[in-house]
Nanobody
Framework: QVQLVESGGGSVQAGGSLRLSCVYSGYTNNVRWLGWFRQAPGKEREGVAGINTYGGTYVTPSLKGRFTISQDNAETTVFLQMNSLKPEDTGTYSC?????????????????????WGQGTQVTVSS
């Protein structure tokens, strides 16, 4: 199992930026993809962006141009840079790792199954 710890959330005004970090550790040999998801109050969890071990990335089309996912060279931390934030970006942002087996709470995103999750970090954007 992979352990994931997010940080970097907070409260910003519309138009501002935040950079989220996710430190991951544990058994990562079978993990090809890491991703960011978010869940707004009263809504389903949705995928935001993913990155694979080759550096390939995927960002939900409606968020392209504002959100960018990246990884450090040591491949222990994944970042989500969020610019031009809007009130509708408010929610709990969670980091997730690909798993080979389905687990409770898992989600499919961009053809990848994510089954291990961090605790999440809150992002609040005010107008």
């Amino acid at each position: 199992q992979v352990q994931l710890v997010e940080s970097g959330g907070g409260s910003v005004q519309a138009g501002g930026s935040l950079r989220l970090s996710c430190v991951y550790s544990g058994y990562t040999n079978n993990v090809r993809w890491l991703g960011w998801f978010r869940q707004a109050p009263g809504k389903e969890r949705e995928g935001v962006a993913g990155i694979n071990t080759y550096g390939g990335t995927y960002v939900t089309p409606s968020l392209k141009g504002r959100f960018t996912i990246s990884q450090d060279n040591a491949e222990t931390t994944v970042f989500l840079q969020m610019n031009s934030l809007k009130p509708e970006d408010t929610g709990t942002y969670s980091c997730a790792a690909e798993t080979t087996r389905e687990k409770d709470g898992g989600r499919w995103y961009a053809g990848v199954y994510f089954g291990d999750w961090g605790q999440g970090t809150q992002v609040t954007v005010s107008s």
